[in-house]
């Protein structure tokens, strides 16, 4: 944007602020870097969907003042306070007419950086390689991926622009691929930190999910109402799912992985539906027989009406993000307006219980654990000051604990018997609570960041070590001894967010998302 910004540089003045030219304002200011149609360029996506994050106020202040570590320069020298003003406005305004984002547009974003043959066959480094961490850096939108023995920052590099969900990562943990809320999704060497290939999926993506076979990606997007199937191997689309039903279209709320069922699992939005995509080869027996023609092989598939399908299981209410039991039988999902909760059978499709599960969760902040024989879920809320423990086989809350604030991630594992939750989204920002999984009780309620953001725990594979964000600008990850709760290491951060170790999610661990 400097180039451009300087080129305008002391002619903008003149320019108008009125209700219908702003647009003009758009064209010459920001079209170049965010795109004529809004839908971003080098620069991001400038939609009302996908600002959802940026308070207007502060749209206003990254159009006067730029944002730090990126291309975004201020233009409080070059614009009057009003056009700031109607230009900010103006981004949260939907446009009249969002354009095709298709097969035609998808492939056309498609690009192969470093083909996966060009890549060394051994690690080029001594630590294991499942021990890797990725972490997602909101504040300068970079990515680190971090050696879980060393605990030191192996590679750091740009990602695009507001990556968002878990990262997810290939069976062997080779790679890793992210999805950003515009819907550019990318895939990532583990071993060398090299870009590999990237797509533009969706106009505002949700998340993205990958086959426990490594063969495939299912990106589910908000805009256009779809969902892409794309080739792991390279990230080549494969196949756009309209999301529709009865009629209407939707949004979609998630998608994930059924590694038993070989099948995504997707929640709607606007449909009162699930939708379950078997994707094996032979996925027949997998869905009771009740599906379908499984015929066509991966490269005939290519374009719509391909290989995968859609099974549509019908629920009495729309879900908004759900959990797996651990045999992958049934999802518990909360409800929209975050009031309640359902389980829904994925054998026999239809809702078998009602949950309590009021003031709706974080999606993947759930975590699963055995106590007594029984296996129990827990997960903070979103709105409440507490966390629920709810029994997998009555489907009743178990236990209701008050926390210090509404929280935002929950993580356990399988070497530990507490589990960490963070009450971000209340005054005591800064706290992390402890839970002993064998009493249902907090025992501890630790600060490592007095007074700061404190948020979202990832243990290393061993579970030796639980790895903290704190979230601010000049944060940091924070690597607690998972015993003592002690301080062993802080590694500088901008603003990390989620961190992901390699086995935990390729193992599924019951205590991490998936
Ligand atoms: Fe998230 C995961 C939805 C706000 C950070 N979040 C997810 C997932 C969904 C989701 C669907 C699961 C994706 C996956 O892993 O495949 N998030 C939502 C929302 O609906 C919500 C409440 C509003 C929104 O803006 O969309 C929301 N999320 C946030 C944030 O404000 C957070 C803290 C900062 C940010 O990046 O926007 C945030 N979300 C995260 C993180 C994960 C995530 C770090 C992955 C958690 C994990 O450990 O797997």
């Not at 991926?145 to 990262?167: Q, T």
Request: hydrophobic share 40%; proline share 6%.
């Amino acid at each position: 944007m400097k180039s451009l910004a300087a080129a305008l540089a002391m002619t903008l003045f003149a320019l108008p602020a009125a209700a219908g030219e702003v647009e003009t304002l758009y064209t010459e200011v920001c079209a170049a870097c965010h795109g004529a149609d809004r839908l971003g360029a080098i620069g991001p996506a400038l939609l009302p969907e996908n600002l959802g994050r940026l308070k207007p106020a502060e749209a206003e202040a990254v159009i006067a003042d730029g944002r730090a570590a990126s291309q975004m320069e201020g233009f409080r020298n070059r614009l009057s306070p009003e056009q700031i003003k109607a230009l900010a406005k103006y981004i949260y305004s939907p446009v009249p007419a969002l354009p095709d984002w298709n097969m035609a547009e998808i492939s056309a974003s498609h690009l192969v950086v470093n083909p996966v043959e060009t890549l060394p066959a051994k690690p080029p480094f001594a630590s294991d390689p499942l021990n890797l961490f990725t972490v997602v850096e909101g504040g300068d939108h970079h990515v680190s991926i971090v050696d879980g023995d060393r605990l030191e920052v192996l590679y750091r590099f740009p990602s695009r622009f507001a990556l968002h969900g878990g990262a997810k990562y290939s069976p062997d943990g080779r790679f890793v691929y992210f999805a950003s809320r515009d819907g550019w999704i990318s895939k990532v060497d583990m071993w060398t930190g090299k870009l590999i290939a990237e797509i533009r999926a969706g106009i505002n993506t949700r998340n993205v999910a990958v086959s426990d076979d490594g063969r495939f990606l299912m990106v589910g997007n908000v805009l256009p109402h779809s969902l892409v199937a794309l080739d792991a191997r390279d990230l080549k689309p494969m196949q756009v799912i309209p999301v529709r039903g009865d009629g209407k279209t939707s949004r979609v709320s998630a998608v994930y992985t059924a590694p038993p069922r070989h099948s995504f699992v997707v929640a709607l939005r606007d449909l009162e539906e699930i939708w379950e995509i078997p994707y094996a080869d032979d996925a027949g027996p997998v869905m009771n027989g009740l599906v379908h023609s499984r015929e066509k092989g991966l490269e005939e598939g290519i374009g719509t009406g391909g290989r995968f399908q859609a099974l549509r299981i019908r629920i009495p209410d729309f879900m908004d993000d759900f959990f797996f039991d651990p045999g992958y039988e049934r999802v518990m999902g909360a409800s929209r307006d975050g009031s309640k909760g359902m389980v829904v059978d994925l054998d026999i499709k239809r809702k078998v219980a009602d949950l309590d599960l009021s003031g709706m969760p974080h999606l993947g902040s759930g975590i699963v654990f055995k106590t007594d024989g029984k296996w129990l879920m827990a997960t903070p809320h979103l709105k409440d000051s507490a966390v629920s423990i709810i029994d997998m086989e009555s489907w009743k809350t178990v236990k209701r604990l008050t926390t210090l604030g509404p929280g935002f991630f929950m993580r356990g594992h399988e070497n530990t018997p507490y589990a960490w939750v963070d009450v971000s989204m209340g005054k005591e920002k800064d706290a992390l609570q402890i839970i002993d999984t064998r009493s249902l009780e907090i025992v501890r309620t630790i600060r490592p960041a007095p007074g700061r953001l404190t948020r979202h725990v990832e243990f290393s594979r061993d579970g030796r070590y639980a790895v903290v964000s704190l979230s601010e600008k000049d944060g940091a990850i924070l690597i607690l001894d998972a015993a003592t709760f002690a301080e062993i290491k802080r590694l500088p951060m901008s603003a990390p967010i989620g961190k992901y170790n390699v086995w935990n999610k390729i193992s599924y661990s019951s205590g991490t998302s998936h």
